[in-house]
């Protein structure tokens, strides 16, 4: 085996690895990985009980080209159907104590008017708005009967963000529910120092201080764009229960610089091999030697 056919397929088997491992121990994932054309009806990923519905015709929610520097697919969410949603197999609690992390690409598109962009998570008691709550035009966050939305983080026109979001539950005082947001352009940062990055950081929300508290559950998953003009577009869709996991599954819509240079360079000694082939064939037959 040539040794350029031996790195392709070394650094094919290695990504397989990688993405392999990193799905391992998500509670839920979609990378919309769809013919073009109405979300509607799509049933993919791991961790669902049910297909997209909402927003069907040719207006609708649609399945889309990849958002610009990233690979496979996106989903984009008309204003005019601004609602699309999905169920979970099986509810996703911080009852317990546990902790999940929620990650996803989002297009921040500049926002003009009306209600909410992003991803909700729904369930007894929850409703958990990530993207850009309210028509503020900044990135944020809303958790319903528990704090005005956050939206302290004001993002680039047309920017494409990392966004992660942290759920947790703590056992002191009853036990409390909070929600911590980052977001960021550095789309190929782990979730580990991503979570560690204060410039990154949107900001938490909790519901301390509330009686009767209560758990951030999830069972079913929301696609919002219930604003007055644009659209929103997102991919790499999963929550796991560690940063790690979720914003690896996410990293599969960014290709990895080095990669983009392995493709690139098996690309440069295929065509090589190729010209050399060519160029051996068509050259003239020496004749025996006098």
């Not at 919309?32 to 791991?46: A, D, E, M, Q, V």
């Not at 080209?65 to 005019?80: A, E, H, Y």
């Not at 909410?116 to 035009?137: I, K, Q, R």
């Not at 036990?175 to 900001?203: H, R």
């Amino acid at each position: 085996m040539a040794w350029h056919v031996f790195l392709v397929f070394f650094a094919a088997l290695t990504s397989l690895i990688w993405v392999t491992a990193s799905k391992a121990d998500l509670y839920f994932s979609d990378n919309f990985n769809y013919s073009n054309g109405n979300l509607s009806g799509n049933n993919g990923g791991t961790g669902w009980a049910s297909a997209w519905s909402g927003g069907t015709g040719a207006t609708g929610n649609l399945v889309t080209n990849p958002l610009t520097g990233t690979v496979g697919k996106s989903v984009q969410i008309s204003s005019s159907n601004g609602l699309t949603q999905r169920t979970l197999t099986s509810p996703v609690s911080t009852s317990g104590g546990n902790s999940y992390y929620l990650s996803f690409l989002f297009n921040a598109a500049p926002f003009q008017s009306g209600g909410n962009a992003g991803v909700t998570l729904s369930g007894a008691g929850t409703n958990l708005l990530v993207g850009m709550p309210g028509g503020s035009g900044k990135i944020g966050f809303d958790w319903t009967g528990y704090g005005a939305a956050e939206t302290s983080y004001s993002p680039s026109d047309n920017a494409n963000y990392l966004m992660m979001l942290k759920i947790e539950r703590f056992a002191s005082d009853n036990g409390y529910a909070k929600a911590t947001l980052w977001a960021t352009t550095d789309l190929l940062i782990n979730g580990s120092a991503l979570e560690t990055q204060v410039t990154s950081l949107v900001g938490s929300i909790d519901n301390d201080g509330l009686s009767p508290h209560s758990d951030i559950s999830v069972g079913m998953v929301k696609i919002e764009g219930t604003y007055g003009t644009g659209s929103i577009k997102l991919a790499g869709l999963a929550m796991a229960s560690t940063a790690n996991e979720a914003v690896a599954f996410t990293h599969t819509a960014v290709p990895e610089p080095g990669t983009l240079l392995l493709g690139s360079l098996a690309a440069t000694l295929g065509g090589c091999g190729f010209w050399r082939k060519r160029r051996k064939a068509s050259s003239p037959n020496p004749g025996p030697a006098a």
